[in-house]
């Protein structure tokens, strides 16, 4: 009789009353949901400079409405070849560093979980995650430094690529915009990689040791525990990891590029956040393209976070949601 009472108990009445049992747990989120309110939410607002003719003197809700027409802008109006060659650029490296830069952490939790010496293991682990903690200016300083070529010195890198034949002799790798992509991935790999590596050494240290023994047991060698235990173990982990990263593939943070690009590099290194910033705050009087472009560049990352997490659903039953 009193499952029945409960059952008919209105839903919103069973909340208050778990809200009033654990009433401490709810207090500790309060900041958290500040924290979203105030940081997350309400900047949203400025969303609306968008669909405005924003002026700074009028403000968001004094500029006057002008629809979509931002939009139509950026995509077939004035601004559209500069729009679409950063819109160019920001998918190949980001495709570029999905290619190139997602293995390496992978490669390195695999090495590290082979390391049996624990000293010797956390000394290459802190090695690896060090640079993660350096700031951009201070990686890119020092990778511009590795292959500046200038009057009076070339970098320890630009002298080897030129005594390698790889890059011609003299050349400025810095104002060259073939080199651009190259260097963007092969920073972003030394700085990210090792940090990155941890969840995916959490992963391996997660699977049962029983599994690795019975392998040993029907004769398996060391690349088949890989193969047949310890990927398939990691699977999941990994496939949550490829639908984050494809959701940030118009992403490409701007700050590294800034500090590392050159004008005679626009045509390779212009990406959507660096045209954005130019245009909506370098000019001054373009806040609303800006931010239309930044609208964009969201709403496509966000499409392409429904898409693979579909898709992972439906192919491996593993998925964010």
Known sequence: MNDMIKMREPKGKKILKGIKKEWQLYLLLIPIILWFLFFAYKPMIGLIVAFERFEPAEGIFGSDMRGLSNFVNIVTGVNREAFWGAFRNTFIISLYGLVFGFPIPIILALLFSEIRSDGYRKILQTITYLPHFLSEVTITGIVITLV???????????????????????????????????????????????????????????????????????GGNKWQEIRYVTLPGMAPTLIIMIIMRIGRMLSVGYERVLLLYHPNTYVTADVLSTLEQRIGIGTGSNQGLGSAIGIFNSVIGFALVISANKISRQISKTSLW
């Open 148 to 218: 500046y070529s200038g009057v009076s010195s070339t970098g320890i890198v630009a002298q080897l690529l030129y005594s390698l034949n790889l890059v011609p002799a003299g050349t400025k790798i810095i104002e060259t915009p073939n080199y651009f992509r190259p260097m963007y991935i092969i920073t972003g790999i030394w700085k990210e990689s090792g940090y990155n590596s941890i969840v995916y050494f959490a992963a391996i240290m997660g699977i049962s040791p029983v599994m690795y023994e019975a392998l040993k047991v029907d």
